[in-house]
């Protein structure tokens, strides 16, 4: 019978996560790859629909299902979780993650009719946000594959 530690780690989102953050190559290259991208759509140095539907859509939304999923996985519904109960319950952690895939999905929609098409929101929507789950990602990742015993 398979080990339950590795059964929940087998799913599609954990191989994302590990295709996404798995070593500190492939880590550091999605950090440059997005920071990149993200850089040269936010100075309107690349501007382009594909740009903001592949740096401030698709790639923040597969950061978001991941660092949900990877949280509510990681909690196990353990009383003794430094994370908010929100994260820990599945009906809480899934309203939580679509009003953030909401959210990214609306602000992308504002900039793309040129409604909050500003610099800071630009940079926040494409740059710092997807960066920043992208280290969440990283730490958790580590968290996983190497517990602390």
């Given at each position: 019978m398979?080990?339950?530690?590795?059964?929940?780690?087998?799913?599609?989102?954990?191989?994302?996560?590990?295709?996404?953050?798995?070593?500190g190559?492939?880590?550091?290259f999605?950090?440059?790859?997005?920071?990149?991208?993200?850089?040269?759509?936010?100075?309107?140095?690349?501007?382009s629909?594909?740009?903001l539907?592949?740096?401030?859509?698709?790639?923040?939304?597969?950061?978001?299902?991941?660092?949900?999923?990877?949280?509510?996985?990681?909690?196990?519904?353990?009383?003794?979780?430094?994370?908010?109960?929100?994260?820990t319950?599945?009906?809480?952690?899934?309203?939580?993650?679509?009003?953030?895939?909401?959210?990214?999905i609306?602000?992308?929609?504002?900039?793309?009719?040129?409604?909050?098409?500003?610099?800071?929101?630009?940079?926040?929507?494409?740059?710092?946000?997807?960066?920043?789950?992208?280290?969440?990602?990283?730490?958790?990742?580590?968290?996983?594959?190497?517990?602390?015993?």
């Amino acid at each position: 019978m398979p080990n339950k530690k590795n059964q929940s780690n087998s799913n599609i989102i954990f191989f994302w996560t590990h295709n996404l953050v798995g070593s500190g190559g492939r880590f550091l290259f999605n950090m440059l790859l997005s920071l990149t991208g993200g850089i040269l759509f936010s100075f309107n140095l690349w501007q382009s629909t594909i740009a903001l539907a592949i740096f401030g859509v698709v790639s923040p939304l597969l950061f978001t299902l991941c660092l949900y999923s990877i949280l509510r996985a990681t909690t196990n519904n353990t009383d003794d979780s430094p994370l908010p109960k929100a994260f820990t319950k599945r009906q809480s952690n899934a309203i939580m993650m679509i009003v953030d895939m909401a959210a990214i999905i609306a602000l992308a929609i504002l900039i793309h009719t040129n409604t909050l098409n500003y610099l800071l929101i630009r940079l926040l929507q494409t740059t710092i946000f997807p960066a920043l789950m992208l280290l969440m990602l990283r730490v958790l990742y580590v968290n996983i594959a190497h517990p602390r015993e």
